[in-house]
């Protein structure tokens, strides 16, 4: 870790030290570490990382221009700027400004912006109200939009994954099928007596695995960025993305019996 990306979270984590998330009530700097994350899988710029830690500095702490331009560039903090809503303003109005400014920003920011879209939408919190909801991805849909028609050069990898993330969280239970769908076209295995998925990393298909899978890829960046935590099906029209659990006893069984010699095996639970 570079010393102004230290100094950068050690600035938001001062900024943003007592505040939590709106979408699932943990500490705020969750939502900045899976922004660099994804940024890091990115392989983005450094100025582009931190801008990502700093995205939300204006907007929601003590932080000011000042303390960005002096301690970053100019560079950063107009990335930043570009990156800040004006909360004095109605939602709506604030949405209609993100999407205009989705058309025209910089391929940089860009990144940021997708990296916060992913962050956000895997999320929510599985007790908002199906409106509620359909009201935040439809937004996050039409930004999504916007930055498809921004001819400016941004990480493929990342417009990719925050499409598929949008698509994974407003599908509810239709993922279930596709889910479905890859096992019967082999691309996905899962046990059925423990309902549960195996991701192998990296791992050359086992062919007497019955036991585990090697998950689609876009799961597998998603699980690699420490973003997709935990994926809950229910047969609500609902999805619900928690903490990742490395299982070092199931991981240890699964060694033994595969010879597998990776350490970041994830378990993905699946209530049926």
């Known amino acids: 870790m570079s010393k102004l990306v230290e100094q950068a979270l050690n600035m938001a984590a001062e900024g943003h030290a007592k505040?939590?998330?709106?979408?699932?009530?943990?500490?705020?700097?969750?939502?900045?570490?899976?922004?660099?994350?994804?940024?890091?899988?990115?392989?983005?710029?450094?100025?582009?990382?931190?801008?990502?830690?700093?995205?939300?500095?204006?907007?929601?702490?003590?932080?000011?221009?000042?303390?960005?331009?002096?301690?970053?560039?100019?560079?950063?903090?107009?990335?930043?700027?570009?990156?800040?809503?004006?909360?004095?303003?109605?939602?709506?109005?604030?949405?209609?400004?993100?999407?205009?400014?989705?058309?025209?920003?910089?391929?940089?920011?860009?990144?940021?912006?997708?990296?916060?879209?992913?962050?956000?939408?895997t999320a929510l919190p599985h007790s908002w109200k199906p409106q509620q909801k359909a009201s935040y991805l439809n937004r996050c849909s039409q930004i999504l939009d916007a930055i498809s028609h921004n001819p400016g050069e941004r990480s493929i990898e990342l417009e990719d994954l925050a499409k598929f993330v949008y698509v994974i969280v407003s599908e509810g239970t239709s993922l279930y099928h596709t889910i479905c769908n890859w096992a019967e076209k082999g691309r996905l295995y899962w046990s059925a007596e423990d309902c549960c998925l195996l991701h192998l990393p990296d791992v050359e298909p086992i062919r007497n695995i019955q036991q585990g899978t090697k998950l689609e890829a876009r799961f597998n960046k998603l699980f690699n960025a420490r973003v997709l935590r935990s994926l809950e099906l229910t047969d609500e029209a609902s999805i619900e993305i928690r903490e990742t659990r490395y299982l070092d006893e199931e991981l240890s069984i699964v060694q033994r019996r595969y010879a597998v010699d990776h350490l970041n095996c994830v378990r993905v639970q699946i209530a049926f």
Do not use: W
């Open 19 to 121: 505040q939590t998330r709106k979408y699932d009530g943990k500490q705020y700097m969750n939502h900045i570490n899976e922004v660099l994350a994804l940024l890091k899988m990115a392989n983005v710029s450094e100025p582009t990382l931190l801008a990502g830690i700093l995205h939300d500095a204006l907007e929601d702490t003590l932080i000011t221009h000042q303390d960005i331009e002096l301690n970053f560039g100019s560079s950063v903090l107009d990335m930043v700027m570009m990156l800040t809503d004006n909360k004095k303003l109605p939602l709506e109005r604030r949405h209609q400004l993100a999407c205009q400014k989705a058309l025209i920003m910089d391929g940089n920011i860009i990144n940021v912006k997708l990296a916060d879209l992913i962050s956000n939408m």
